[in-house]
């Protein structure tokens, strides 16, 4: 079993930062990947970043250029940092560890419970 904590998200006005984090414990895979994704009111969850067990990163297109994906030395803690903050990007963050092929399977893997980023205009 694995288990994802993400803490990190709050209010902030545009143009502003936060750091978001994901702490993972439990079992370790191969070929796993970790990522951070979002869902904000009445659209579906989207991927914002992702770093594959390799190290390869890949971002949206909407946030390239402002965020950052990062992982401690264990691979077991994921960040994101949130620069200049627009007011599009106000959604709940959340963490998933998954089988790097499965990617685009929503209900593979594991997910963490969420944190809230607002960012007011």
């Known amino acids: 079993q694995v288990q994802l904590v993400e803490s990190g998200g709050g209010s902030v006005q545009a143009g502003g930062s936060l750091e978001l984090s994901c702490t993972r414990s439990?079992?370790?895979?191969?070929?796993?990947?970790m990522g951070w994704f979002r869902q904000a009111p009445g659209k579906e969850r989207e991927e914002v970043a992702s770093?594959?067990?390799?190290?390869?990163?890949k971002y949206a297109d909407s946030v390239k250029g402002r965020f950052t994906i990062s992982q401690d030395n264990a691979k077991k803690n994921l960040y994101l940092q949130m620069n200049n903050l627009k007011s599009e990007d106000t959604a709940m963050y959340y963490c998933?560890?998954?089988?790097?092929?499965?990617?685009?399977?929503?209900?593979?893997?594991?997910w963490g419970q969420g944190t809230q980023v607002t960012v007011s205009s």
């Open positions: 998933r560890y998954y089988y790097c092929v499965l990617a685009l399977s929503p209900r593979t893997g594991y």
């Open positions: 439990g079992n370790t895979y191969p070929a796993w990947c």
């Open positions: 770093i594959g067990s390799g190290g390869t990163t």
